[in-house]
Structures are given as structure tokens and as C-alpha cells.
């Protein structure tokens, strides 16, 4: 059982999931302690922790352990309260449609992103076009959601923000992978707009991995190497 006191985060530099919870910590002023994890040869405490899934991100909270980004995203906004910071809206309906656009995220775009990792040929071309249909359908969610304001949760970085956000560096480096466009700026102004503003702000800087590195990881997952004994 672990025993662990304070707050510590299993993490993975390349992981968006993981960045998430990392920017959901530097929103509410958390002081944490970060482990790094090499997922070829995974430590006795993340598989004790999460026996189920056995993956990143995993918080441990005074002896307690919270797995699955979004998951941690809701507890980290629950429990730390004192600077008065709100990831999730207040209002139960705006609060749903914030879970909705964060799950589409999940349950969409990043399947389609590792099936572009894998995808030759003509299939390159119809996962793209996939692509774009999903980041459409964003760039209106932000519309709607942002209500003309800076964030899809208005004035200040929100749920939606962290799970979209956390995936730009990963579209940048499938980009430069794959050969291929993912985001259009004639059909997705708005979200080239807010990608900007969300990566310049301070709670983000220094989160996500550069794009180069995270290129890497990308092409060794591809050539399946990664899991095999070295460097994480």
C-alpha cells in the first residue's frame, strides 16, 4: 500500500495525458513531485498504483491515487480551491459541454492521430482528411464555447483548453512525420488564434515537450522500438 505523503505525478515528458495534469497543477499554484517513467521497463510503483491500465499519468495525494487524465484534471480543480481558480465551468450545462468537447478530443482526434502514425500510402491521405473534419468541428466548438473570448473557457485557460492543448505539440510533430497538413488555418482560424495564446501562456510554458524531441518518440513508436531496452 503505498504511503506517500504530499502530491507526486507518475508521469512521461511525451505524454499528453500526462501534460494535462501538469498544466492543471501550475493553474491551481500546486507544488508537486515529478516522476519520470520509462514505459519499456515501468517501475514497481506505477503497476502497484495501476494495476488495471498500468500506465501514466498517475497522482498519488496523500496516500490516495487518482488515475486517468480527465479524471485528475476533475479532482486537481476539486480539491485545490484556495486560489480560486475554476477549470470547470461553474454552470452544470456549460460544465457538460465542457466533459463532451474534452471526451470528443479523447474518444476522436487522438485515435486518429496514431492511426496516421501507422496509416502508408492512400490511407495517409483519407486519416488526414479525417483529421480536418474532427479540428472543424473544434474550431466550432471554440466559437461556441469561447463566446468570443480568448479560451474556450472564456477569459482563462479551462477543461477543454488543457484536454485539446495538450495535444498540440503531438500535431505538430505528426505533421512533420507524416508529410502531411493537419490544421488549415483558412478552415480553423480561430483555433490557429487560441493555439497561440494557450502555448504563450505561463502555466503551459516549459509543459509541453519541444517538437523535435516528442519527433523522436514518434519514430521510434513507428520503427516499434521504443519499447525495447535504452534510452527513454
Given at each position: 500500500m503505498v504511503s506517500t505523503t504530499g502530491?507526486?505525478?507518475?508521469?512521461?515528458?511525451?505524454?499528453?495525458?500526462?501534460?494535462?495534469v501538469q498544466i492543471a497543477?501550475?493553474?491551481?499554484?500546486?507544488?508537486?513531485?515529478?516522476?519520470?517513467?520509462?514505459?519499456?521497463?515501468?517501475?514497481?510503483?506505477l503497476l502497484d498504483c495501476n494495476p488495471v491500465h498500468r500506465k501514466v499519468p498517475?497522482?498519488?495525494?496523500?496516500?490516495k491515487i487518482i488515475c486517468e487524465s480527465l479524471i485528475i484534471v476533475?479532482?486537481?480543480?476539486?480539491?485545490?480551491?484556495?486560489?480560486?481558480?475554476?477549470?470547470?465551468?461553474?454552470?452544470?450545462?456549460d460544465r457538460a459541454v465542457a466533459r463532451f468537447w474534452a471526451a470528443?478530443?479523447?474518444d476522436k482526434l487522438i485515435p486518429l492521430m496514431k492511426e496516421l502514425l501507422a496509416a502508408e500510402g492512400e490511407e495517409k491521405l483519407a486519416v488526414r482528411e479525417r483529421v480536418e473534419e474532427v479540428m472543424v468541428a473544434l474550431e466550432e466548438a471554440f466559437v461556441k464555447c469561447s463566446k468570443g473570448k480568448a479560451y474556450f473557457g472564456g477569459d482563462n485557460i479551462g477543461y477543454i483548453d488543457i484536454a485539446l492543448g495538450s495535444c498540440l505539440e503531438?500535431?505538430?510533430?505528426?505533421?512533420?512525420?507524416?508529410?502531411q497538413k493537419l490544421v488549415d488555418e483558412a478552415k480553423t482560424p480561430n483555433l490557429?488564434?487560441?493555439?497561440?495564446?494557450?502555448m504563450s501562456s505561463d502555466s503551459v510554458k516549459n509543459v509541453?515537450?519541444?517538437?523535435?524531441?516528442?519527433?523522436?518518440?514518434?519514430?521510434r513508436i513507428k520503427s516499434n522500438s521504443f519499447f525495447k531496452p535504452g534510452p527513454a
Open positions: 502530491v507526486k505525478l507518475l508521469g512521461a515528458f511525451y505524454s499528453p495525458y500526462v501534460n494535462r497543477f501550475n493553474l491551481k499554484s500546486v507544488d508537486f513531485d515529478y516522476v519520470e517513467e520509462t514505459l519499456n521497463s515501468k517501475s514497481n510503483l498517475v497522482v498519488i495525494h496523500d496516500g476533475q479532482y486537481i480543480d476539486q480539491v485545490w480551491t484556495d486560489n480560486g481558480y475554476s477549470i470547470l465551468p461553474s454552470d452544470p450545462s470528443y478530443v479523447d503531438f500535431l505538430k510533430a505528426m505533421q512533420k512525420i507524416s508529410g490557429v488564434g487560441w493555439a497561440e495564446r494557450f509541453l515537450p519541444e517538437t523535435e524531441r516528442f519527433v523522436e518518440v514518434l519514430r
